[in-house]
Every structure is written in C-alpha cells, then in structure tokens.
C-alpha cells in the first residue's frame, strides 16, 4: 500500500535590509530602544507593534523581527511565535520592545505577565530574555529590568 508523505523544510527569509547608524552591540536598553526606533519605527505606529531583536553567540544584533501588530491597546503575543524567530537565527538571546501609541510608557499588567512568560519559556529553550522595552515615542522610553519590573 502506497501512502502520500509531504516533506517539508523549514527556513528563513529575508524581507529587507538596509544600513543604520547603529551598534552592532546591543548590550543597554538605550540601544534597542534605538533599533526599535531607527529600523521598525515604532514611535511613530499608530497601532500597537510588538517586535524583538534576536542576539547571536558573540552577543551582536541578528536579526529584527515585527511579530504581531494590535490595535490601540494591545496585540497578540504568544511564546510559540517569538521563539520561532529566535530558533531560526539561532539566537542565544532576545530583547523585546514594544511601543504605547498613548505615548504613555509604564508597562500594564498584561506587559509584566506576558514578559514573564517569554522568559520562563526562554529558560526551557535557553534562550536569554535581556529585557522589554516599551516605547512611548522617539526619545521617551522605559526598561522593564532596569525599573526591576522584571
């Protein structure tokens, strides 16, 4: 009896690239805050954009990812599709941003818990969750590990 088997490969797919005047090193919340800022624009969103930056072995910047788009409140954020980016540029580690289109930065309680989540699930995969970083606008920013909310 013959049976029909699909086969599959899994694989990453550059949308765009361009240069910026940015650190390879992303090692404070001053410089994802300004990768969140120069490459996705996220100041500027008028819905909320949930993104990470996946960090590679030799601690440099791999890759930026836009992961979900919301609305004005919030958006659709699940451990499975952040680490799937982060599996696939074999990142050692993440820093998550997110921006408040109210401009207003504190981190709500749905920020803090589904934080959390990303780094007990980062734990399992060992897979490093630096920080969170929520964007009010161009310069106005906040540090979920540096306001040890986190």
Not at 12 to 26: C, I, N
Not at 74 to 103: D, K, Y
Not at 116 to 127: F, H, M, P, R, T
Request: hydrophobic share 40%; proline share 3%; no cysteine.
């Amino acid at each position: 009896m013959a049976v029909n088997i699909q086969k599959y490969d899994v694989r990453l797919v550059k949308e765009e690239g361009s240069r910026y005047e940015l650190d390879k090193k992303v090692k404070e919340p001053e410089e994802a805050h300004k990768v969140f800022v120069e490459v996705l624009e996220l100041h500027q969103r008028p819905q909320e954009v949930f993104a990470i930056i996946t960090i590679d072995v030799k601690s440099n910047l791999n890759g930026v990812f836009e992961v979900s788009k919301g609305n004005l409140y919030s958006s659709i954020v699940h451990p499975t599709i952040i680490f799937q980016r982060a599996i696939l540029q074999n990142a050692v580690a993440i820093v998550m941003g997110h921006n408040h289109p109210s401009g207003d930065t504190k981190p709500s309680d749905r920020d803090i818990k589904i934080t959390n989540q990303i780094i007990e699930a980062g734990k399992i995969l060992d897979i490093n969750m630096m920080d969170h970083v929520v964007i009010g606008d161009r310069d106005n920013f906040v540090s979920m590990r540096e306001k040890e909310v986190i």
